[in-house]
């Protein structure tokens, strides 16, 4: 089982990037997936989820409104995209696969910096 992000680097207050996380060795399209991130010295926090069918997503009160999680099947990979990004969206940035009554799966995390 592995989930593996990429996508994460130094962007410019303002800016925008887009985030993957590239799931295998489970049945992706059974899992709901979430991303979640962690700033310095602070609790990791929920930020975006989605369901197995992509039918209905979700996402925290700190980025509604920049970030848009996306899917696909296919390619077992769930994408997040951020833009208008603040020095306070800098953090490590997770993945995670949940299904009811299944043992999770994480990712290792991307870092996202937002600097000038």
């Known amino acids: 089982v592995q989930l593996v992000e990429s996508g994460g680097g130094l962007v410019q207050p303002g800016g925008s990037l887009r985030l993957s996380c590239a799931a295998s060795?489970?049945?992706?399209?059974?899992?709901?997936m979430l991303w979640a991130r962690q700033a310095p010295g602070k609790a990791r926090e929920w930020i975006a989820g989605i369901k197995k069918d992509g039918s209905d997503v979700w996402y925290g009160d700190s980025v509604k409104g920049r970030v848009t999680i996306s899917r696909e099947v296919a390619k077992r990979t769930v994408f997040l995209e951020m833009r208008n990004l603040t020095p306070e969206d800098t953090g490590v940035y997770y993945c995670?696969?949940?299904?009811?009554?299944?043992?999770?799966?994480w990712g290792s995390g991307t870092l996202v910096t937002v600097s000038s």
């Open positions: 995670k696969a949940i299904q009811p009554g299944g043992v999770p799966h």
């Open positions: 060795g489970f049945s992706f399209s059974d899992y709901a």
